[in-house]
């Protein structure tokens, strides 16, 4: 039997609304336990459990970005409960828009007066994306993937492209690497073709202190979907779940229309 592709991540598998999440480069769903526990009751949080890491270690990372986008796309639509929204974070952003992207193009909406098919409507409430800019001028770190090991982890540290407990974490760099170079590799070779603005209304989630992302970057967000982006400010660097994820999930509860509870 093959392994999910989406998995619950915390104790709370169900809820009103399912969030799927995709991580930052390598990451995996247990880098999401802290961030899942902040949220209430009506979100039930599941994570994209790609090949090459944690409970799929023994197997290879994928390494072509249409072929996951695809896979992920039609398993979500096979499989995914409604309501529910997609929440990319960091380079996970681009993969959760492409998902989404894909959606519209496997389900699209019918016809003006043709009645709506059986079921419910396969796309998200919402796509959020987190520390990352625009897929049209986000800029992509197109060498790194090919560079020898010491000078891949001395650029992406240098660059800020992991959380600063994993880059000090020596040990672990030869079990990390192959998704982290799968990863920024499917990333390296994302070339954007421009189609119609998406549906799914866009929350761009972004930290007060983060270098790497500019302004217009994340304003261009706005060219991706036929309603006004919604921004909100963390007072966070770039690694938003890791330095406040209770406050992450408080903002993520709020554009999904979760009532927020206070312990």
Do not use: K
């Not at 990451?27 to 949220?39: R, V, W």
């Not at 970005?65 to 681009?94: I, K, M, N, Q, W």
């Not at 998902?99 to 519209?104: D, E, I, S, T």
């Not at 302004?215 to 261009?220: E, M, Q, Y």
């Amino acid at each position: 039997m093959s392994a999910p592709w989406f998995v619950p991540v915390g104790e709370r598998a169900e809820g009103r609304v399912r969030l799927y999440v995709f991580p930052n480069a390598g990451g995996g769903p247990a880098s999401l336990t802290e961030l899942a526990a902040g949220f209430p009751p009506e979100v039930g949080v599941w994570a994209v459990n790609l090949p090459g890491r944690q409970a799929r270690l023994a197997e290879p990372p994928l390494t072509d970005l249409h072929e996951l986008v695809d896979l992920l796309a039609r398993d979500l639509l096979a499989t995914a409960r409604r309501p529910y929204a997609l929440f990319g974070y960091c380079s996970g952003a681009l993969l959760a828009y492409l998902v989404c992207r894909r959606l519209a193009e496997l389900s699209p909406p019918p016809g003006p007066g043709a009645p709506p098919g059986p079921g419910a409507p396969p796309g998200p409430e919402r796509l959020l994306v987190g520390s990352f800019a625009a897929p049209d001028v986000a800029l992509l770190l197109r060498r790194l993937p090919s560079l020898p090991s010491w000078l891949f982890w001395e650029q992406l540290i240098e660059l800020g492209g992991v959380p600063a407990e994993v880059a000090g974490r020596e040990a672990l760099r030869p079990v990390l690497e192959p998704a982290l170079r799968a990863d920024f590799g499917m990333l390296a070779g994302y070339r954007h073709h421009p189609g119609p603005p998406l549906p799914t209304p866009i929350t761009v989630l972004y930290g007060r202190r983060d270098g790497s992302v500019s302004r217009g970057g994340l304003l261009g967000w706005r060219r991706q979907s036929v309603s006004r982006p919604s921004l909100r400010e963390l007072d966070a660097s770039h690694w938003l779940a890791e330095e406040t994820p209770d406050r992450l999930a408080a903002v993520i509860a709020e554009e999904i229309g979760c009532a927020w509870a206070t312990a």
